[in-house]
């Protein structure tokens, strides 16, 4: 049996015209009626990285969130919402996005990310113990609804990864510590997602993110909506959108592999509009298959001097010191120079996991990623 994805065009974030592209999705993959039962209590769960405005295109755009509150409500649901973002608190966030204010117009109430508890994932292939928002746990089911942006580590991030949030605060940080290879990263997202089952996903790519992204790259049109109960169908499926190969895509090939879906372009049915009319093959993002730092790398010392490093651009630094806080690794790996912030921070690559964190959280874009000198020089051969 084929997984189904539907497409949906939608040229701005007209309400209207969003809540038309919504309906006309979901009823392409089943009706409302498919996903949410009357009185259930369904948390949508958004994209909500850091507390900035919906045209910087990093957040779930409020747009969508209003769309899918109103159709799912109209069902009889009882709609909330939530995510841990980043840095900050999951309110403050909601309010910087607009989705706070979209969500307080319908009555639709956040839920707790702050606080969580451990559950055990059965049937988890490589993590099975997660520290789950209280907010997911205590609901009869989620729904999705992740942004399609460019990442730093898993080269793409979307269906599959959005569930991260559904992770409590700084233990997000404990698996960037615990997993720096970005290969085991993603195994233990597609744990984290398999145990989690949202009962569908719909992407936001009216307006991407291509480049520097989760959070520094550039706003890009796609004018598409996303549909889909098959996260790895969805994700492959965006892949192709932006002309980048699935299988460079740690999330699509290990979902695949462990039955969460399928990446391969026979198995997947496309309804609604036409793949062709979405593609946009000059796409701002790395093309390149990830590497396992643990795998093909035999030590530390080729690592540092193989895997692609996070660099400050200086002129676009203020020093704000979100890369110093958000480094997961004891000690730092990125800090200020004797306590000196009136200069950017400065890297201990002896130190760096090659996690990405920095460059994810930088609010100014001014931290890149540079292949050391022993990779170009192999890429030149």
Known sequence: MQSKVALVHCSSYDAAEVKAAV????????????????????????NLLVGDAPEKCINTHPMVFKAMAELMVAEGAVICYGDSPGMGAPLTAAKKS?????????????VDFKEGREVVFEHAKQNKKFY????????????????????ALERFTGAIKNQFGCVVGIRKGEFHVKLPDATDFARMLVDLNSGIKPRLYVMDGIMAMEGNGPRGGTPRTLNVLLFSTDPVALDATACRIINLDPTFVPTTVIGSETGAGTYLENEIEIVGDDLKNFICHNFVVNRTPVKSAKKSLMTKFLNNRLVAKPVIIEEKCNQCGTCVNSCPVEGKAVNWSEGNRTKPPVYDYSKCIRCYCCQEMCPEGAIVLKDPILRMVGKAL
């Open 132 to 151: 789950v928002a209280n907010g997911i746990l205590d609901s009869d089911g989620v729904i999705s609804l992740p942004k399609l942006k460019t990442h």
């Open 23 to 46: 309906a006309k999705g979901i009823a392409l993959i089943g009706g409302a009626g498919t996903f949410v039962k009357p009185g259930e209590k369904i948390v949508l769960k958004v």
């Open 98 to 110: 607009g989705i706070a204010e979209v969500a307080d117009a319908l009555n639709v109430k956040m």
